[in-house]
């Protein structure tokens, strides 16, 4: 038997884990593997790595992925596809591992759908937007690198008194947002699913600045449907105009760095139930921690539904921050 793994879209910290999670179960039940490159871009081109037990040392801690990773535009039309299926069979592979989020479980299920190709997912994006896992790999991370960032900007913000508007990521999803406003004590939290309008926010903020404080932080996603930031920003400077204001975008600092344990055991748990599954002969499916407990899901299950945030804990942020 022989699998392909690849990792696709943004990467996560904690996909070099569960590459090595996967490479050495495979590897432990005599499975040969072949690492993919650049994603779906390198399988339409055949960039093929060998992996085994050694290959994979030392990547446990490294954030970004040794297998790099890519957006595919050409992957999204039939021949691209037809290529990367035709490659795949070429190195003789009975199954692909495909580590990544949305994007790649898409482009998973119509490889799958259109060529029969065994496919099995692996949740791997900060946005934490995936139906049938709890997390994904990489989400802790992304919360204590914007937490950490937080906690600096609050620092400043104290010391000079000042109202600022920190966008953390999330495409669609407010998630980090979500938590990380809750951990670092933003005074307010915006995200895609609360759906407020311009009119709340302000009155919002007019109560908080009631209050004597030496700094105001608002924690915005950058999905959130009033435009972002630097867009929130525009919005209230007629009537916060005599705050001093700043805004400051997290942007691409939480994609990388070291994984937490958490991520790692994690991405090592499904890593390893990934080739577990294959070798139960299922197919089609997306692993991932549900509870807890390690559970499948229909991989076309997965995405393009909204993945509903916690709203116990927006309730609770408004209380306590
Ligand atoms: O999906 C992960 C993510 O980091 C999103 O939070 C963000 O919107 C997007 O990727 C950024 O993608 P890129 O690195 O291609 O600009």
New binding site residues.
């Given amino acids: 038997m022989k699998i392909a793994i690849l990792t696709s879209?943004?990467d996560?910290p904690g996909m070099n884990a569960a590459v090595r999670a996967a490479a050495r179960t495979a590897s432990h039940y005599g499975i040969d593997v072949v690492g993919v490159m650049f994603g779906y871009r390198g399988l339409i081109k055949g960039d093929f790595v060998d992996l085994d037990r050694n290959s994979v040392s030392g990547i446990i801690q490294r954030g970004g992925t040794v297998l790099k990773t890519a957006?595919s535009e050409e992957f999204m039309k039939p021949e691209g596809r037809a290529k990367a299926a035709e490659n795949l069979k070429s190195v003789g592979a009975d199954a692909l591992v495909a580590i990544g989020?949305d994007g790649t479980f898409r482009g998973a299920t119509i490889l799958s759908k259109e060529h029969g190709i065994n496919v099995v997912g692996i949740p791997a994006?900060?946005?934490n937007d995936l139906i049938g896992s709890d997390e994904t790999i990489g989400y802790d991370t992304a919360l204590n690198t914007a937490m950490d960032a937080i906690d600096k900007i609050r620092d400043t913000a104290d010391a000079h008194e000042r109202l600022f508007l920190v966008e953390v990521?999330?495409?669609h999803a407010g998630f980090?947002a979500l938590e990380t406003g809750i951990a670092s004590g933003a005074e307010m939290i915006i995200l895609p699913e609360g759906l407020r309008k311009i009119g709340e926010i302000k009155s919002k903020l007019k109560e908080t600045l009631k209050v004597q404080k030496r700094s105001t932080l608002i924690v915005i996603a950058?999905?959130e449907k009033t435009g972002g930031a630097w867009h929130l920003e525009d919005q209230l400077k007629e009537d916060f105009g005599k705050y001093d204001m700043r805004v400051c975008i997290l942007g691409?600092i939480?994609?990388g760095g070291s994984p937490t344990a958490h991520d790692r055991v994690l991405a090592s748990r499904l890593g390893y139930e990934a080739i577990n599954a294959i070798r139960d002969g299922k197919s089609k499916i997306m692993v991932g921690v549900i509870n807890h407990k390690c559970v499948i899901t229909p991989i076309e299950q997965t995405f393009g539904k909204i993945k509903e945030i916690n709203f116990d804990l927006l309730k609770m942020a408004k209380v306590l921050n």
Avoid: L
């Fill in positions: 879209g943004g996560s957006r989020g994006t900060i946005d990521m999330g495409r980090i950058e999905g691409h939480q994609r």
